[in-house]
């Protein structure tokens, strides 16, 4: 049996994430496109949900860390009026029995809603869903609540920066949310419904921005499939140096090339130019190659990522 030669691709790509399709599907899908087996991603995207899902490829699978603290910006649809076991139209859905909204002249309660949902820009404990990949006791919630358990959840600190954009077709919503890292959108439209004392359900979600990455630079699976057939996927990779670039860049010096590629500490005086201490972080290059990004200690220079 003749074994399938693998590619190497090392870098970020930006996929543009379809519904429907689970965030592990996507890397399924573009082992099979890529030929390349060390692949992975950060920021999981619920199946119903899409838009922005960062790839790692190669090397890259190195860098998840640094990108987990990520802000993000989503654009959401909501309905009010309902309530659902998963917080999204997706579940098991109940119509509110005591709805205020329902008899509220169209105009105030347009009013009311826009203030209730702009009342949640600020920092606040959000409690999650049951259905939410968090792990309690070694298991993951929603394993629990596929088993029609319901455990005690603690509630996270999360910060609404903005919403923007709130259109009310009552008893549909829409807005803009910008948000720290680890903020479930479902969960703020079911805060936003018990604020109202109507219940509220996520009906609709995509992720636009993540970091520094946006949705007008991504790529959708079958997009990625035609650039690999015409030979232009390379290019569209984001390489790893330039993810990097806001870290300061030094060279190494050529009798110290070994110290850094064998992955040691490196002294401050290893590089072709003069040392400054004011970053945590280095990015060291050896003949014009990223090699590794180096961590201050204080005392002398630590690997942290290496590359090569």
């Known amino acids: 049996m003749v074994k399938m030669k693998q590619n190497n691709y090392n870098g970020i790509l930006i996929i543009n994430k379809e519904k429907g399709f689970t965030s592990?599907?996507?890397?399924?899908?573009?082992?099979?496109?890529?030929?390349?087996?060390?692949?992975?991603?950060?920021?999981?995207?619920?199946?119903?949900a899409t838009g922005v899902l960062v790839v790692l490829?190669?090397?890259?699978?190195?860098?998840?860390?640094?990108?987990?603290?990520?802000?993000?910006?989503?654009?959401?649809?909501?309905?009010?009026?309902?309530?659902?076991?998963?917080?999204?139209?997706?579940?098991?859905?109940?119509?509110?029995?005591?709805?205020?909204?329902?008899?509220?002249?169209?105009?105030?309660?347009?009013?009311?809603i826009e203030e209730t949902v702009m009342s949640f820009?600020?920092?606040?404990?959000?409690?999650?869903?049951?259905?939410?990949?968090?792990?309690?006791?070694?298991?993951?919630?929603y394993e629990y609540a596929r088993a029609g358990m319901e455990v005690e959840r603690t509630p996270r600190k999360i910060r609404i920066f903005d919403i923007s954009d709130i259109v009310v077709d009552y008893p549909d919503v829409s807005f803009n949310v910008y948000c720290s890292k680890g903020t479930y959108i479902r969960s703020l439209c079911r805060?936003?419904?018990?604020?109202?004392?109507?219940?509220?359900?996520?009906?609709?979600?995509?992720?636009?921005?993540t970091g520094d990455f946006s949705i007008k630079d991504a790529f959708t699976l079958s997009e990625v499939?035609?650039?690999?057939?015409?030979?232009?996927?390379?290019?569209?990779?984001?390489?790893?140096?330039?993810?990097?670039?806001?870290?300061?860049?030094?060279?190494?010096?050529p009798d110290c090339s070994k110290f850094l590629l064998n992955g040691n500490k490196l002294g401050y005086d290893s590089f072709t130019q003069d040392y400054e201490k004011k970053d945590k972080y280095i990015r060291v290059l050896c003949d014009d190659e990223l090699v590794a990004l180096y961590e201050d200690t204080g005392s002398a220079l630590k690997p942290c990522k290496m590359f090569s």
């Open 225 to 253: 499939e035609s650039l690999v057939a015409d030979g232009t996927f390379e290019e569209k990779i984001i390489p790893i140096n330039d993810f990097l670039k806001d870290y300061p860049e030094y060279h190494i010096k």
């Open 191 to 209: 805060d936003i419904g018990e604020k109202l004392e109507s219940g509220g359900l996520m009906t609709y979600l995509r992720r636009d921005v």
């Open 121 to 141: 820009v600020c920092e606040y404990m959000q409690l999650p869903p049951m259905y939410a990949a968090i792990k309690v006791n070694g298991r993951k919630l």
């Open 24 to 48: 592990f599907d996507v890397v399924a899908k573009l082992r099979g496109i890529l030929k390349q087996k060390k692949i992975g991603h950060t920021g999981t995207l619920d199946p119903d």
């Open 57 to 112: 490829l190669g090397q890259a699978t190195k860098l998840s860390e640094l990108l987990s603290s990520d802000t993000k910006v989503y654009t959401v649809g909501m309905r009010l009026g309902m309530t659902s076991d998963t917080d999204d139209i997706s579940g098991n859905v109940n119509e509110s029995e005591h709805n205020p909204l329902s008899d509220m002249d169209p105009s105030n309660r347009s009013i009311l």
